[in-house]
């Protein structure tokens, strides 16, 4: 340090000089190979969601098919084999490859820049989670294709995934994308809580955090602790398969249960790992288009925090018809019960926020007031299938069907399109339109709602989920139309989206950088956000910095201008603590997710491509992490 | 003859089904499901109303008259903050209440089900993919039998149903008497079921148990005692002795193929227990577990080819010259 040369800091130069030089050094790579080795958090999100949807748009097309196969009684639009693979297809896209990602994906996006930081933590680890999940999705689509897709539904219960009940590999297939896709998701926690904890702009204290990056916060802990469990379990259920371990075959000493209690203590946080990160949507959305900050900050983020802990606590409300003891069962019906509150809580405190602000009623708060609607719709259902009574009626018909559906489309699908209509502007700089975003919200509602609230009414009248066709003698066929006839209205709302987000691409209004007046930092910035996200890093003296602070931000000097430098700051006060290094762009990320993808694929075939792919896997890894010589952190 | 025209009876209720709902969870006809529609419909108004509640305050909060004052944004009015923030935890506390009087009420309502009942007739049910296999059980053996997919119970009766499976995770579940049961390898499971009155109650597994999980329904068919025990009667017996030589030919292709290997006839040589039992095939209402009714047609045309009218059944199609397929058609009506 002694006989350092003068070293050049961002606050030697002027804004023009020094956003040009930080451009220089946040740039991606330009040709091909430069952009497989993007490490820029923007990019790599993008890459996400532009993958999140496509897997939308195949499971959205299987839930169509399965829908004109059940539109009419003993229909053969489809034979029973493909409509298992359908229908497990549809669950595992879109519980694994969309919903989960995706929310990830908007984290990967937003955090960084709401905290006020220039990279995300690990940006290399975040490369790599993409390319992992990629090739997960990938691989399982080709199964389909080529007519192996998994058909033992998106829980895969045994025994009937033993290879006894199915053999051939479609089980396999579907154990070894969970492996993919939760490496990429704990990749994506462990990155959004390290970046969240140490990364924040000086001022961010606890206290000043938005409401969204809490969410981000929050569901990235459920993350690191509900996904093992399912990576144990498929892999249990793997090895049962290719090795012969009999943890689930039940004449060789195995049990049946066991894959289901693994799996949702795993399943149950996974609604929420989707649902938290939504509501911190509504949370951002709302006080923006109420137009004052949101009612009773401190309650909505302890809401947050107590779904999460709750959650990991009522996973056997999905096997309340195993014929498991009773008093057992009644704690879960009150645990399954009590996850209501927090929600209540949160719903409470929006409909205040909306109360006492003046609502602006552009398309981002319509999809919000339709999540409203149909959220608690399906949390009072969720209500009812708490209860062990009525839960041995309506468990596994199509009144579950109709119930998840509404939390999950209702509770995180309407606020992740109210969110595309919300940052839209800063991700690509322009405005998509109001018009069709109207159009696109009305049809998405009334078409969701006919596809799914007759769903409810077929399930109390007998039908059970997971049947490919059903006899012209049960009274289901109208309501069963009906569905279907909504189903198609509901697909059409999305290709709306799709068109409005291509023409807003094309020649959408220049957004500038807060088109809504919101409060949060990301609006401070550029739309769309140059390499290095802010050129001053800014100092944050309140909860709403960009509505405290109607001219400049005050921003923090120090960074080196010639180097890719993050400021660390400290857990709770989010004093200026470190500078730190951010890695350049690489290939080897990719080469490490193509190396253990492969490997994941071969095992499915022999055990033995776990010692060969150990090689490849090691020089791949070595190559990630062979120290380039730059200086260590420096405080 | 009573059989006979309990048959008819049969086919008559069945072919009405359109009309009344034999699978329904809104139609109870049996005491477990009649308290559980109970307790469903005391949530369902419950929470529609509260449900209605919400929307009404997200209405208001939308569309109520404002002061024409700058936004709110930095200077919420403290003390109006602070009364919303007493109205929410008044809701809040609402919320918990009517929480907990939902949770009293189903675990009373749970316990009550778990209650040993005093039963007469015990059933045993083995989920098979994909059909039902049925044993009455009794103290002496020679009162037991067994039979498939339609269950015959004395109304006003508690009958205690035991649950096995030997494959893979089944769901016995007959809506209008009463709510679900697992059917899991290596557990023992039970339901006690009381139809209030005689009728046909049509069930089908409600765990996706593989490719035809669609076709593995049964029916419970509630009769009066004497109804009842006059089938029973008829079902101890064995099959009845072939009479014509139409008949005979069709008992003897029925022996002499592959039938023989999987399915019993009591009283004659097939004693195969892969498949149904199908000693008094003919009293049956439905084929393949419901899939088709029991009609001289339909069972000519599953005979000949399983797969066309239930793919993957585990039924091969047996290649029968035309003159045997129907004589073995006869001959399994014939086995009342």
């Given at each position: 340090m002694s006989a350092a040369p003068k070293v050049l800091r961002d606050g030697d130069l002027g804004d023009l000089e020094l956003d040009e030089r930080l451009r220089a050094l946040w740039q991606t790579p330009r040709g091909f190979i430069g952009w497989l080795s993007s490490v820029d958090h923007k990019q790599i999100a993008i890459r996400y969601i532009v993958t999140?949807?496509?897997?939308?748009?195949?499971?959205?097309?299987?839930?169509?098919?399965?829908?004109?196969?059940?539109?009419?009684?003993?229909?053969?639009?489809?034979?029973?084999?493909?409509?298992?693979?359908?229908?497990?297809?549809?669950?595992?896209?879109?519980m694994f490859l969309f919903a989960v990602p995706i929310m990830q994906a908007f984290a990967i996006y937003l955090v960084p820049l709401m905290v006020g930081?220039?990279?995300?933590?690990?940006?290399?680890?975040?490369?790599?989670?993409?390319?992992?999940?990629?090739?997960?999705?990938?691989?399982?689509?080709?199964?389909?294709?080529?007519?192996?897709?998994?058909?033992?539904?998106?829980?895969?219960?045994?025994?009937?995934?033993?290879?006894?009940?199915?053999?051939?590999?479609?089980?396999?297939?579907?154990?070894?994308?969970?492996?993919?896709?939760?490496?990429?998701?704990?990749?994506?926690?462990?990155?959004?809580?390290?970046t969240i904890f140490k990364l924040r702009a000086p001022g961010m204290t606890l206290d000043r955090i938005p409401i969204f990056v809490w969410g981000s916060l929050v569901t990235a802990f459920m993350v690191l602790f509900a996904m093992p469990a399912v990576m144990v379990v498929s892999t249990m259920l793997i090895l049962d398969r290719l090795v012969g371990t009999h943890f689930f075959d039940v004449s060789l000493g195995g049990d049946s249960l066991l894959f289901q209690h693994l799996f949702w203590f795993f399943g149950h946080p996974e609604v929420y790992i989707i649902f938290?990160?939504?509501?911190?949507?509504?949370?951002?959305?709302?006080?923006?288009?109420?137009?004052?900050?949101?009612?009773?900050?401190?309650?909505?983020?302890?809401?947050?925090?107590?779904?999460?802990?709750?959650?990991?606590?009522?996973?056997?409300?999905?096997?309340?018809?195993?014929?498991?003891?009773?008093?057992?069962?009644?704690?879960?019906?009150?645990?399954?019960?009590?996850?209501?509150?927090?929600?209540?809580?949160?719903?409470?405190?929006?409909?205040?926020?909306?109360?006492?602000?003046?609502?602006?009623?552009?398309?981002?708060?319509?999809?919000?007031?339709?999540?409203?609607?149909?959220?608690?719709?399906?949390?009072?259902?969720?209500?009812?299938?708490?209860?062990?009574?009525?839960?041995?009626?309506?468990?596994?018909?199509?009144?579950?069907?109709?119930?998840?559906?509404?939390?999950?489309?209702?509770?995180?699908?309407?606020?992740?399109?109210?969110?595309?209509?919300?940052?839209?502007?800063?991700?690509?700089?322009?405005?998509?339109?109001?018009?069709?975003?109207?159009?696109?919200?009305?049809?998405a509602f009334i078409g969701f709602n006919v596809a799914f609230f007759p769903m409810h009414i077929l399930g109390l009248e007998g039908m059970p989920r997971r049947v490919y066709t059903y006899s012209a003698e049960m009274p289901w066929a109208g309501l069963n139309l009906l569905s279907t006839i909504g189903a198609i209205v509901f697909f059409v709302s999305f290709l709306l989206l799709a068109f409005n987000m291509a023409r807003g691409l094309m020649r959408g209004a220049p957004a500038g950088n807060n088109p809504w007046d919101a409060d949060s930092l990301e609006w401070a910035t550029a739309s769309p956000p140059a390499p290095q996200n802010f050129t001053r890093i800014p100092v944050v003296t309140g909860p709403l910095p960009l509505w405290e602070n109607r001219d400049a931000l005050p921003a923090v000097a120090g960074l080196r201008a010639d180097r890719k430098e993050v400021l660390v700051s400290t857990l709770t006060e989010a004093e200026p603590d470190l500078r730190a290094t951010s890695p350049d762009p690489s290939i080897w990320p990719l080469l490490a997710a193509l190396a253990i993808g492969a490997t994941f694929l071969w095992s499915i075939y022999t055990p033995w491509a776990v010692i060969y792919g150990a090689l490849p896997i090691a020089i791949t890894l070595t190559g990630w992490f062979w120290p380039k010589g730059t200086k260590e952190d420096e405080s | 003859m009573?059989?006979?025209?309990?048959?008819?009876?049969?086919?008559?209720?069945?072919?009405?089904?359109?009309?009344?709902?034999?699978?329904?969870?809104?139609?109870?006809?049996?005491?477990?499901?009649?308290?559980?529609?109970?307790?469903?419909?005391?949530?369902?108004?419950?929470?529609?109303?509260?449900?209605?509640?919400?929307?009404?305050?997200?209405?208001?909060?939308?569309?109520?008259?404002?002061?024409?004052?700058?936004?709110?944004?930095?200077?919420?009015?403290?003390?109006?903050?602070?009364?919303?923030?007493?109205?929410?935890?008044?809701?809040?506390?609402?919320?918990?209440?009517?929480?907990?009087?939902?949770?009293?009420?189903?675990?009373?309502?749970?316990?009550?089900?778990?209650?040993?009942?005093?039963?007469?007739?015990?059933?045993?049910?083995?989920?098979?993919?994909?059909?039902?296999?049925?044993?009455?059980?009794?103290?002496?053996?020679?009162?037991?039998?067994?039979?498939?997919?339609?269950?015959?119970?004395?109304?006003?009766?508690?009958?205690?149903?035991?649950?096995?499976?030997?494959?893979?995770?089944?769901?016995?579940?007959?809506?209008?008497?009463?709510?679900?049961?697992?059917?899991?390898?290596?557990?023992?499971?039970?339901?006690?079921?009381?139809?209030?009155?005689?009728?046909?109650?049509?069930?089908?597994?409600?765990?996706?148990?593989?490719?035809?999980?669609?076709?593995?329904?049964?029916?419970?068919?509630?009769?009066?005692?004497?109804?009842?025990?006059?089938?029973?009667?008829?079902?101890?017996?064995?099959?009845?002795?072939?009479?014509?030589?139409?008949?005979?030919?069709?008992q003897q292709v029925f022996i002499s193929n592959a039938c023989a290997l999987c399915h019993t006839i009591g009283g004659t040589s097939a004693g195969g227990h892969v498949g149904p039992d199908l000693t008094h095939f003919g009293s049956r209402m439905t084929i393949a577990a419901g899939t088709a009714r029991n009609s001289f047609g339909n069972l000519t045309g599953w005979i000949a080819d399983p797969q066309h009218i239930k793919p993957y059944t585990r039924m091969p199609a047996v290649a029968l010259s035309g003159p045997d397929l129907i004589a073995v058609s006869h001959y399994l009506e014939s086995l009342k």
């Open positions: 999140a949807f496509c897997f939308l748009g195949l499971a959205g097309l299987s839930a169509i098919i399965m829908r004109l196969q059940l539109a009419t009684p003993d229909a053969h639009v489809v034979g029973p084999d493909k409509y298992d693979q359908l229908f497990t297809m549809h669950g595992s896209t879109m930081t220039r990279e995300i933590a690990f940006p290399r680890l975040n490369a790599f989670s993409y390319w992992m999940y990629l090739f997960g999705g990938v691989f399982l689509w080709c199964c389909f294709f080529s007519n192996n897709g998994p058909d033992v539904g998106w829980f895969s219960y045994t025994p009937l995934a033993l290879t006894k009940y199915n053999v051939g590999h479609r089980a396999d297939f579907w154990a070894q994308m969970i492996t993919y896709t939760e490496v990429a998701g704990l990749a994506v926690a462990v990155q959004t809580i390290v938290l990160p939504a509501t911190g949507f509504v949370s951002a959305i709302i006080p923006t288009f109420a137009r004052r900050p949101i009612f009773g900050h401190t309650a909505v983020v302890l809401s947050l925090i107590a779904t999460a802990f709750m959650s990991f606590g009522l996973w056997v409300h999905h096997m309340f018809v195993t014929g498991l003891p009773r008093l057992g069962e009644s704690f879960f019906t009150a645990s399954s019960m009590a996850i209501a509150v927090p929600s209540g809580i949160q719903i409470f405190c929006w409909i205040a926020t909306l109360w006492t602000g003046r609502p602006r009623f552009a398309t981002p708060l319509l999809f919000v007031l339709g999540f409203i609607f149909n959220f608690v719709i399906g949390g009072l259902t969720g209500v009812m299938v708490a209860s062990v009574p009525i839960d041995t009626q309506v468990h596994d018909t199509f009144f579950v069907v109709a119930h998840f559906h509404y939390v999950l489309i209702g509770g995180a699908v309407f606020p992740l399109v109210a969110a595309i209509y919300y940052w839209f502007p800063k991700v690509t700089g322009r405005m998509m339109s109001e018009t069709l975003g109207h159009w696109n919200f009305w049809i | 009573r059989g006979l025209a309990a048959r008819g009876y049969l086919v008559a209720v069945l072919s009405l089904s359109s009309c009344s709902p034999l699978q329904s969870a809104l139609a109870p006809e049996g005491d477990t499901a009649d308290a559980i529609a109970w307790l469903f419909w005391f949530f369902t108004i419950v929470c529609a109303v509260v449900w209605l509640i919400v929307m009404v305050l997200l209405w208001i909060s939308l569309t109520r008259k404002r002061p024409d004052s700058p936004d709110p944004q930095l200077k919420p009015d403290r003390s109006r903050e602070r009364r919303i923030g007493i109205v929410i935890a008044g809701g809040i506390g609402a919320t918990v209440v009517i929480l907990a009087v939902f949770t009293g009420a189903s675990f009373f309502s749970n316990k009550s089900f778990a209650e040993p009942r005093p039963h007469g007739l015990t059933i045993k049910i083995t989920g098979h993919q994909w059909w039902w296999q049925l044993n009455y059980e009794a103290h002496q053996a020679d009162q037991t039998f067994e039979t498939a997919n339609e269950i015959h119970i004395p109304a006003g009766q508690a009958v205690r149903l035991d649950f096995e499976s030997p494959d893979v995770i089944h769901s016995f579940w007959v809506p209008n008497l009463a709510g679900k049961q697992d059917l899991i390898p290596g557990r023992f499971t039970e339901l006690t079921i009381r139809a209030d009155k005689a009728g046909i109650y049509r069930g089908q597994c409600a765990e996706y148990c593989g490719i035809q999980h669609a076709h593995m329904a049964m029916y419970v068919v509630a009769q009066e005692p004497q109804d009842y025990a006059a089938w029973r009667a008829q079902q101890l017996k064995p099959a009845v002795v072939p009479k014509s030589a139409e008949l005979r030919r069709g």
